[in-house]
Nanobody, 123 residues
Framework: QAQLVESGGGSVQAGDSLKLSCVASGRTFRSSYMGWFRQAAGAEREFLAAISWTGETIGSLNGRFSISRDNANNELYLQMTDLKPEDTALYYC???????????????????WGQGTQVTVSS
């Protein structure tokens, strides 16, 4: 059973940094896109970015966030700096099927999901 588990969320002050991690188990996602989404209360789930097995990144990160992965350890990261209250959301890790085509950025492109990690930013 494939499983994605996020960690690294928390309650921080505006201007702080956080690094989210996502560890995959049960199967390897080394040949899949892995991505980050977030969902604020009352809002739609929003695509942030994804990274392919070759290191290609997709998504227009805001200059404060960066995505990376460690294929050897089956991990995905989201480094977030200068956090703002509007970044408050539940952050999800997701993965596509192997060798997904195109530039997957829709929720339906990702069949594998973690449970999410909460990020709360206070002003």
């Amino acid at each position: 059973q494939a499983q994605l588990v996020e960690s690294g969320g928390g309650s921080v002050q505006a201007g702080d940094s956080l690094k989210l991690s996502c560890v995959a188990s049960g199967r390897t996602f080394r040949s899949s896109y892995m991505g980050w989404f977030r969902q604020a209360a009352g809002a739609e789930r929003e695509f942030l970015a994804a990274i392919s097995w070759t290191g290609e990144t997709i998504g227009s990160l805001n200059g404060r966030f960066s995505i990376s992965r460690d294929n050897a350890n089956n991990e995905l990261y989201l480094q977030m700096t200068d956090l703002k209250p509007e970044d408050t959301a539940l952050y999800y890790c997701a993965a596509t099927h192997p060798y997904a085509r195109g530039r997957p950025s829709r929720r339906n492109d990702y069949p594998h999901w973690g449970q999410g990690t909460q990020v709360t930013v206070s002003s």
